[in-house]
């Protein structure tokens, strides 16, 4: 026992013979029948080591050697792999936004957040009232906000309050507040359309499908009564996991107050430039629901948020502030830039492509799968048969891309349930909600790389909990069915 501590890569080695065994029963065990190509049996045998080897190794090495062999395979050109990965919008999004977290908390301005957070009266003993309002926040900017940079935004807030209370990584309490806001923010994915990419391919799909228009206003119907009860399952299941709050319920509102240090300029100006952002990214979607300023709204909106992210970094490092007796810039680039997770960059890289393959015809796999569903309508009542389909949507969804789900069950319900008392409609609706809840593994969506990249969270050690919220949502998502049916039907 003590030789095998003392080799600890002894452990990788069998992981990495465990996947590479993995690969080679699919490439040689798996025939290319309904549907499935050659192609598809080879991306399918490097695409579940992939996943095992994110469980059970890590996150960045593991990233880089998918992309090389994705590269290799023939289904994509070597350019098509690395401008479909390291091109893809996340990498600039989350390369934009890791400098600004790091120039707000280098200048005191997240601390500063955390410590208004963590010093409201009512919260004063009370660990769990604490604890609401801070995933409440999530939930509430959120609904407004693109998900990975409000990921981006509220890990490192998250850490950063974890810190001031001295709350370390793997305690049961880090990983509810890491839990909270990575929940919230799949949730978010769905409830609601604005600035969200789900939500509105899904639109796009029903609409070219069966010429049905879903409005905001109907997907809020539905989005807000979710998140609603949403945030009160994701109460519940911290109430489970019942972590050690000693920290809070100790914790003097007054000491922080009078031991918080006042922002100085170069903090306020950071913070600013911050809220200034979140503005232009907020209020174009905004005024285009209330019909006002439609035109720079929408420009803004055609923008998306890195743009003005990259404008606002270089104000930052162009406007200088008197400190120590010195004029300095607001933004020390260089020093920010040093801090950018590149092993982050690589995991979003490998996890944004995924799906592209895997979903394209040359592949078969879509095909492939609905050829191993159709059997499931000869056995299976019409409610058993949706309630099987849900559930299966929910497991794929927290192992390849859920775009990828989305698009695969639309089909599905559309040849499946075309006669179907519920309706290949409203089973899309619902399908669309149950690919949204990612939580399960560091490939299930793309926000999960920058809470278990960084080991925030640790799938071994979270996954029970995690097991059970999906458990709960997805009774949700069969629950909430009459609802949608009222809205949609």
């Known amino acids: 026992m003590n030789q095998f501590k003392r080799k600890p890569y002894v452990k990788t080695y069998t992981h990495l013979a465990i996947a590479i065994l993995i690969g080679l029963a699919i490439l040689f065990g ?17 695409v579940a080591p992939t996943i095992y080897m994110w469980l059970f190794i890590n996150t960045h090495w593991v990233s880089l050697l998918f992309l090389a062999l994705l590269a290799m395979t023939g289904s994509m050109t070597p350019n098509q792999v690395w401008s479909s990965s390291l091109g893809h919008f996340s990498i600039m999004l989350v390369l934009t936004f890791s400098i600004l977290s790091e120039s707000l908390n280098e200048t005191g301005a997240i601390q500063k957040i955390a410590n208004w957070f963590i010093t409201r009266k009512f919260v004063q003993g009370r660990p769990y009232a604490f604890m609401a309002m801070f995933f409440a926040s999530n939930l509430v900017i959120g609904m407004f906000m693109q998900n990975l940079a409000l990921a981006v935004m509220f890990v490192a807030l998250t850490a950063q309050i974890c810190e001031n209370l001295g709350i370390k990584k793997g305690d049961s309490l880090y990983n509810c507040f890491m839990l909270g806001t990575f929940w919230g923010n799949g949730v978010l994915s769905i409830a609601s359309p604005i600035a969200k990419t789900l939500p509105n391919i899904l639109i796009g799909l029903v609409y070219h499908n069966f010429g049905i228009e879903i409005t905001y206003a109907q997907w809020f119907m539905v989005g807000v009564p979710f998140s609603i009860v949403m945030f009160a399952i994701i109460m519940l299941c911290i109430r489970i996991i019942n972590p050690k709050t000693d920290t809070l319920k100790k914790f003097d509102v007054n000491d922080i107050k009078q031991h918080d240090q006042p922002l100085g300029r170069r903090g306020i ?66 020093r920010s830039a040093k801090h950018v997770p590149i092993n982050l960059l690589l995991f979003v890289a490998a996890v944004v492509i995924m799906g592209v393959p895997m979903s394209a015809e040359s592949s078969g796999i879509i095909v492939w799968m609905q050829h191993l569903l159709t ?15 849900i559930v299966i949507a929910v497991v794929l969804t927290n192992f390849i891309s859920n775009t990828v789900v989305l698009t695969l069950f639309v089909s599905l319900g559309s040849a499946l349930l075309i006669h179907h008392p519920i ?6 609706f619902v399908v669309a909600y149950a690919a949204s809840m990612t939580c399960l593994t560091p490939s299930a969506t793309i926000t999960a790389p920058l809470y278990y990249g960084p080991e925030h969270l640790k799938v071994k050690e979270v996954i029970r909990i995690n097991v059970l919220f999906l458990l709960l949502t997805t009774v949700l998502l069969l629950a909430m069915t009459p609802l949608v049916m009222v809205v949609i039907g």
């Open 269 to 334: 100006f950071t913070l600013v430039g911050m809220l200034v952002l979140i503005l232009i990214i907020l209020l174009p979607e905004l005024f285009v629901l209330l019909n006002i300023f439609v035109g720079i709204s929408t420009y803004f909106i055609r923008i998306g948020p890195i743009a003005p992210a990259i404008i606002v970094i270089i104000t930052l490092c162009l406007i200088h502030v008197k400190e120590n007796n010195q004029f300095v810039p607001v933004m020390d680039f260089s």
């Open 30 to 46: 798996l025939n290319p029948t309904n549907g499935l190509t050659r192609e598809g049996v080879t991306l399918l045998a490097i």
């Open 423 to 428: 309706g290949p409609v409203v089973f899309s």
């Open 375 to 389: 059997p499931l309508t000869h056995v299976l009542s019409p409610f058993v048969l949706f309630s099987v389909l």
